[in-house]
């Protein structure tokens, strides 16, 4: 049996003595019963304290599962399976398995160069990666030890015990000291407060490093010393460990001399592995996920990769250049034969031994030449380009850090880059997906207006005024009546909202506390901005909440305390779009308090004036600000004990617990009495209509994602510079029907076709619009979208921002897609597109968390996408492309060669020359030119986004790109092979004694040509002039001499066979003509790339000179404060009329139409 055993809570299964399980039909048909291998488990059942079962319970439930230890084990290698695993890891790319077959193919046959020619650059490049790799996985060792060797204090045979963190096991009681680290995952039972409270940071699990709090239930907070627990008998059901941080389902039941009391469990009774207690001196906590299993461990699991369009164009390079190695080795076989056994040939190479056996053919000499050929080419794939690329990619995305131009001083927080992975990716984007609130905006609310009983109200200079007529000054309001005393105690009471006192740390006397009757010096924490506005609010106009004490929300009106015991919170989510608690007044009466989108509540009301507040809602969404609807319940008696089972029951549930709790909610959010509404503003984030407008100007389309309602949308989108006046606006909304959908959007298309080309259409789609749209009528919904040159979608659900994201990234044309969120919402849309980006917000980190890139501000964008994503591309795809350029340039020699050779396998280079022309002689140079090149300022591309334009679409690794680099290579390879033969021609001496040159010396001139011929190319690509980059090319040109001249002056054993090369060097460059030679060959080889360099630079200039015209003037953003009478064109286009009623009001920028 492995150590994590086998286990069951469940009735119905037993265990054989092997372990395995049988499940009766209690869980599984019949059709199925029988022994499994692998179990499949629902939930587990913990005993506090590793306490044996009580009286008639089964005491081998206690040994149904031996749950894995808390050792942490983080790292991927130890010391025994490094090496193997390592190197399978690393014989996985194509490239480095290639080189090692071509290795053990020179073993095997007698091969035209000695082995170390392949074996040398592989045993170098893979030996850098594994210290690379094992250097990582030695510090991740040394941090799992210090976790694992960490003190901690559990509770066994009654006493405190100090052991390490390492040997905590499940059910164990732990006690966790101020400022320590939870070391697993622990279901609270008690702390030093007497409300069973505690303060927690999660900033090592999500970021966020505001202070959380954490309660345990009411039957436990009792034990709270080590005697306390000896009389503790309680075990805890839950679900098996998910990887969800915020997701937790299970119930705990405590058993006492009279009953067992059951509660439920959810995510604020659990202390995650990770985040550390504060302000508060100690809890106590029951294990019940440790080691692997804690959520901290499920979440350091690697995200899906992402691979970049330039990484899938290097591979399908790559796999051009092994077919065309395979073509020419075939190629050059067949010749081989052919020429050998011509008749003439055969009376001239008399001299070669054994010419009768070489000539003849048989399978094994043809298999063995094409194998030799094969050897003699394989220098065309490069086999350094994968670490330089993968060592290039990593200090790129160091860069991200490192930009002080995206450093956010107010919140002291760099860019962040989470992958390198997809750097160059961000010079790639067409679509941007991006959220609205907290992402456009600051997400900082702020109170402006409300609406109570059908009558305006609204804030000025803090002092709530009534709104009776626009043209009159607002009354001030002196005293609340009985309908705002209502519609203030549901913003006072419906929220989630922790009060942090004067002296918030718990001490042992919590009892002791501080109440301020003003509330000033209260510092309200919230995960949602709009609800510590309203609390904020509320304290201005003398509703001042000052929290929970003893199960009661305390909240004092205009200095009268008033304590409301709360009995249930039913939460916000995303798809309700609502949340409510029920609270019973001190005069015994029970409410459900409930606020949410208009959507979700005013069809669920049964009196309030309905329509004035609907049409209050819409006034404030055009003035681009943000709603709730408040509502409330009475509550009988009765009713309350049957909502109160409900929900028990549903809680207490351990399979399907959220349905279950979604049913009940939706029985209890009816027969509402509304209250009214409130207006919050969320104000633009700094320089987002500038970034706005760039991104859109670089050929980038902009779509914006939101939940809020359409009204609010749209007038931010008008705000932020997304639309803009004289855009066409087509409306997919409040659509009824599949078929109603088809027919507007069939109609729109119409009118997209029949309009002038130039004009611009923008789409506005709801999220239930969008349901009918992407499921019954993907194609014509996705063309549609693509023709308008930005989409609105608003009412979305999560799920919802996926799909679009989704939609886009699959189409034909398979653009680069980027979502920017900085939500949980948004996590999904982030992990769907190619690019993720997260904004380090106030809603968490879960967004920067799944991200590939974070920073905290919006605006940060325009300079992430503009400038790190074009030095990323242009770099890496010049990296890609000169690699191999430069390989061409140097084996296509050994083709030439070939043909006057015989097709012999005779190389022309030294074994050296070939082992080190791809590690440092021509590595270094493009290297560092992939990390400091810059073809165009910084400030440049900042002012001209249209050079955006230049590289869309991968033009630099396009097809036509690979071609153009190739071709180079193929006439630098001619001008270098050619004009040394020539300088060879009917062996003239190229000495002044007239000696004569041998092979060693026609390839070492070849070669010496080519390392300067290729470095020189680059050069002319290189605009920048840094130190380093001209530290490369000097370390280049005088390093190649200087290893060569050291390589040739020196003897070797001869068990290398590198003895051929022995002074040769030294004698070839003491000739002049050599030097000659080789700086015209040079010169004429790289005359083309200089011509299209200046011709390239012509063209830039010109461009530039057009784009610095009008054209480039930045658009005026008209911010328009929609109103009643719109200052907008409508052309209503209705699914049940087939007029268009047109009304028209000009303003100065012309006409905007609004297709709805």
Known sequence: MSRYGTFSSE?????????????????????????????????????????????????????????????????????????????????????????????????????????????????????????????????????????????????????????????????????????????????MLSSCDEEGQCYVTTANLDGETNLKTHMCVADTRRYRTVPDFQDLQAY?????????????????????????????????????????LKNTPYIYGCAIYTGPETKMALN?????????????????????????????????????????????????????????????????????????????????????????????????????????????????????????????????????????????????????????????????????????????????????????????????????????????????????????????????????????????ACRRYGIVLHGIHDDRLEVTFKGEMRRYKLLHVLDFDPTRKRMSVIVQNEQDEIYLLCKGAESAILDRVRSGAKEVTLEHVNDYALLGLRTLVLARRLLTTEEYIDIDNRLRQARNSLENREALLDDVFEYVERDLDLLGATAVEDKLQDEVPDTIQSLQQSGIKVWVLTGDKEETAVNISYSAGHFKQGFCELRITKMTSSLHCSEVMTRMKNIQEQAPRDKPFVLIVDGASLGFAVKDHTDLFRTLCESCVAVLCCRMSPLQKAEVVKLIKNSKTSPVTAAIGDGANDVSMIQEAHVGLGIMGKEGRQAVRNSDYAFAKFRFLKRAILVHGNYYYTRLANLVQYFFYKNIAFVTAQLYYAVFSGFSQQTIYDVMNLAMYNITFTSLPIFI?????????????????????????????????????????????????????????????IFNDGKSAGIMAFGTILYTTVVAGVNFKLVIMTYTWSLPIFLAYLIAIVGNLAMTLFYSGIRLPAILDLQNYYFVFYETMSSAVSWLAMVVLVVLALLPDLILRVVADVSKSLEDANIRGPTLDKLTISVTKRSGKLTLSQIDILGDQDDAVANRTYGRDGPNQTYL
């Open 929 to 989: 030119y992939s990390l400091f090149e810059k073809p165009i300022s910084q400030r440049e591309l900042l002012e001209n986004p249209r050079l955006y334009k230049k590289i869309a679409r991968n033009d630099l690794m396009s097809f036509k790109s690979f071609v153009k680099w190739n071709l180079l290579g193929l006439w630098h390879s001619a001008i270098f092979f050619f004009g040394v033969y020539f300088l060879f021609w009917n062996d003239v001496s």
């Open 11 to 187: 009735p119905g299964v037993t265990f054989d003595k092997h372990g395995h399980c049988a499940y009766t039909s209690i869980l599984w048909p019949t059709s199925i019963q029988g022994c499994v291998k692998k179990q499949i488990l629902s939930d587990r059942k913990v005993y506090v304290g590793n306490a044996r079962p009580y009286p008639g319970e089964d005491v081998a439930v206690l040994h149904t599962q031996k749950f894995p230890n808390n050792r942490v084990i983080s790292s991927k290698y130890t010391v025994l399976n490094f090496l193997p695993k390592n190197l399978f890891e690393q014989f996985r790319r194509i490239a480095n398995f290639y080189f090692l077959c071509v290795g053990i193919i020179q073993l095997m046959i007698d091969t035209p160069v000695t082995p170390i020619t392949s074996i040398a650059p592989l045993v170098f490049v893979v030996s850098v990666t594994a210290i690379k790799q094992g250097y990582e996985d030695f510090l991740r060792h040394k941090a799992d030890k210090e976790v694992n060797n960490r003190r901690t204090l559990v509770i066994r045979d009654g006493e405190l015990q100090e052991i390490k963190a390492m040997k905590i096991k499940v059910g164990d009681i732990v006690r966790v000291e101020k400022n320590q680290e939870f070391p697993c995952d622990l279901v």
């Open 236 to 276: 805890i059901e839950c679900q098996q460990p998910i990887a969800d941080l915020y997701r937790f389902n299970g119930r705990i039941t405590v058993k006492s001399s009279i009953k067992e009391e059951v509660s439920s469990l959810g995510p604020p009774n659990i202390l995650l592995r990770g985040a550390r």
């Open 300 to 536: 350091s699991k690697n995200k899906v990769t992402k691979f970049s369009k330039v990484e899938r164009a290097m591979n399908t390079f790559l796999i051009i250049f092994l077919v065309v190695l395979l073509v020419e080795s075939v190629t050059c076989t067949g010749l081989k034969y052919w020429f050998v056994n011509h008749s003439n040939v055969k009376d001239k190479l008399w001299y070669v031994p054994d010419m009768d056996k070489e000539s003849e053919l048989t399978a094994l000499r043809a298999v063995e030449t094409f194998l030799s050929f094969m050897v003699l080419f394989n220098y065309f794939i490069p086999i350094s380009m994968y670490v330089t690329v993968e060592i290039q990619k990593f200090i790129g995305s160091l860069y991200f850090g490192w930009d002080l131009d995206m450093y956010d001083e107010k919140m002291e927080q760099p860019a962040k880059a989470n992958t390198s992975d997809l750097n160059e990716e961000l010079g790639q984007v067409e679509y941007l997906f991006t959220d609205k609130t907290g992402t456009l905006t600051e997400n900082e609310m702020q109170f402006r207006e409300c609406s109570i009983g059908g009558d305006k109200y609204m804030e000025v200079d803090y002092i709530l005024v009534e709104k009776r007529n626009p043209q009159m000054q607002g009354r001030p309001v002196t005293q609340m009546t009985k309908k705002m005393e209502d519609f203030f105690t549901v913003l006072a009471l419906c929220h989630t909202t922790r009060v942090d006192h004067p002296q918030s740390h718990l001490t042992e006397k919590s009892s002791e506390r501080v109440y301020d009757h003003s509330g000033m010096d209260y510092e309200y924490q919230s995960s949602s901005p709009d609800e510590k506005a309203f609390a904020e």
